[in-house]
């Protein structure tokens, strides 16, 4: 069934009013998570490698090891959240017609939602203003 372009508006402003606009806009999300990496040293560019520079830097500014440091992730922060509401947000901004691809991404890149920064996040990186306690879900 086609949706009416009424419909479709009256589902952009329900979806503005429920989600956060990084969530559903990605020239935005982008926008941020560059604010998160001048001024938090959001990484690493890629979790996969072992990136020594990069978790370092962690260690020394954490006055800790790199294997500590390693351990304090977006995944783990209390900044990160991955509540089941803002998970659907997320989705339905990489690509609301096909929610299962979607939720594939997601699920691949662990991503929430950082409060502190808004923006979308994927779960192995991290950055400076790092907070134990997360992440945020239904749960807690």
């Known amino acids: ?20 606009p990084a969530t559903q806009d990605i020239s935005l999300n982008l926008a941020n998570r560059k604010i998160c990496v001048d001024k938090a040293n959001y990484g690493p560019a890629n979790p996969q490698l072992s990136n020594d520079e990069f978790w370092q830097s962690k260690a020394d500014l954490f006055k800790t090891s790199i294997e500590q440091a390693k351990t304090m992730r977006c995944k783990n922060c209390a900044a990160f959240i991955q509540k089941e509401k803002m998970m659907k947000c997320i989705e339905k901004g990489i690509c609301e017609e096909d929610m299962n691809e979607a939720a594939k991404i997601v699920d691949l890149a662990n991503l ?3 409060e502190l920064f808004d ?11 790092w907070i134990t306690g997360g992440p945020l879900t239904d749960e807690v």
């Open 1 to 20: 069934m086609f949706k009416s372009r009424a419909d479709e508006l009256l589902d952009n402003i329900q979806t503005s009013i429920e989600c956060p």
């Open 112 to 114: 929430g939602y950082c």
């Open 119 to 129: 923006f979308k996040c994927a779960g192995d990186r991290t950055c400076d203003a």
